[in-house]
Each structure stands twice: as C-alpha cells, then as structure tokens.
C-alpha cells in the first residue's frame, strides 16, 4: 500500500514549456486535489476531483489542467509554464463513503522550477 | 466557507506542553475541525480530527469549547522533532474538497 505517490519529484522547465504531474493514489478514494505551496506559505488548492470523470477549479486554477481518467490517477497539465509557477506541488486524496468526514492524504510532492 | 485564525508562530522548550489555539468564528454546523502537521519538504499529515469536547489520540488532544468558536491543539512533552507547521481546517469534507483550505498555518519551533 504505497499511498498517494506523485511524479515526478523534481523538475526544471523552461518558460513556455509544456509538462504533466502524476499523482497515483492505491486506497480506493473518490476525492483527489492538486494544491502548490510557495515559500513559507499555506498550500493553496489549484483544482480537485469528486470522482472518475469530473474536474473542479479551485483557488488558484489559471495556467493549469487537470483530467481524471481513471479513479486512481489525478493529472495536473501545464500548457505553457511561466516563472510564477514555480512551487512545490501537492497532490491529496481522500475518501467519502460511508457519510464519513475523513482525513486526506498527502503525496511527498513535487518541486517545480521555470527559469 | 468558514476561515481560521492562527497565531503565525510559537516557540516552545522540549519536554513542554504547546497549545495552538485556532479561532474559527464562522463555523457551520456540520462543519468539523481537523489539525494538520507539515515538516519542511514533506506533504501535510493528518494529526486528530474532531466535532465538539475534546478527542485524544496517540499524538495530540483537541479540545472544541460548547460554541465550538475556537479550539486548541494541545501536544504533550514536545520534543526536537515536533518542530513543523500546523495548520488547522473547519469544514466539511462531505460536501466538497473546497473546504480543504489550509491558510498560513503556525509555525512550532522546539528548542533544546
């Protein structure tokens, strides 16, 4: 049971390059989000999924596209990158059957630079 | 979407009991508070979860006053290693992850 398990770990883009983050969860959950954590900030949420097939914007959604093929994978597309989205990427996961309110799980991250 | 308020930081010698109290005004009924450990490089982990008195587990005890406005995060005897960002969360996971929203957190650093 390895969790939520993101790819990959680290990246260097060049400005206007395209690329696409994995995360994999292996525990069956219906919920998934992508967030991004600047320096010494709060995680701050980019886009979620309810469930196979469904996309949501979150907070900070500009730049980014997200799809959900398959309940276990959560992609994260960026079509052209800037310098402002350099960050480290977060992706969660969590569960929501039985009414329950649950915890989320976090991936390790992935540390995205665009110069 | 009910927002919280946390002190940005706090120092604390080892062995001592921290309290991290989380103001949350706005809190809606169905609404639950959970607590949220981050260390430098590493995704957030669940710490304790709760919706009114107080819950203990393992790691930590959470105690949630009658109008539920505040409550603490209490982590006993803390040792070099609990230093990390805590963040605390008031929502409802039922009813959409936009209530996973983490603010700035507060920053516990342990001194020997």
């Known amino acids: 049971n390895a969790g939520v398990t993101q790819t990959p770990k680290f990246r260097v883009l060049k400005t206007g390059q395209s690329m696409t983050l994995l995360c994999a969860q292996d525990?069956?959950?219906?919920?998934m989000y992508w967030y991004r954590q600047d320096p010494g900030m709060g995680l701050r949420l980019i886009h979620y999924s309810v469930g196979e097939g469904t996309t949501a914007k979150g907070e900070v959604p500009d730049g980014y596209n997200v799809s959900r093929l398959k309940k276990q994978n959560f992609l994260l597309g960026l079509e052209s990158a800037a310098p402002s989205q350099t960050s480290v990427y977060f992706c969660?996961?969590?569960?929501?059957?039985?009414?329950?309110?649950?915890?989320?799980?976090f991936g390790q991250g992935t540390r995205l630079t665009v110069v | 979407l009910a927002k919280t308020t946390q002190p940005i930081s706090m120092d604390s010698y080892e062995g001592q009991e921290v309290n991290i109290t989380c103001s949350h005004n706005n809190i809606a009924t169905n609404d639950y508070i959970t607590w949220y450990q981050q260390f430098p490089s590493q995704g957030p982990r669940f710490i304790i979860q709760g919706y009114k008195t107080k819950v203990t587990n393992e790691v930590a005890s959470l105690f949630i006053p009658a109008d539920r406005k505040s409550s603490t995060l209490s982590l006993p005897r803390v040792s070099l290693s609990d230093t990390a960002v805590y963040y605390c969360l008031v929502g409802d996971l039922r009813t959409g992850a936009n209530n996973l929203f983490f603010g700035t957190g507060t920053r516990l650093t342990v001194i020997p």
């Open positions: 525990m069956n959950h219906e919920y």
């Open positions: 969660a996961s969590s569960s929501h059957r039985d009414n329950q309110n649950t915890e989320a799980f």
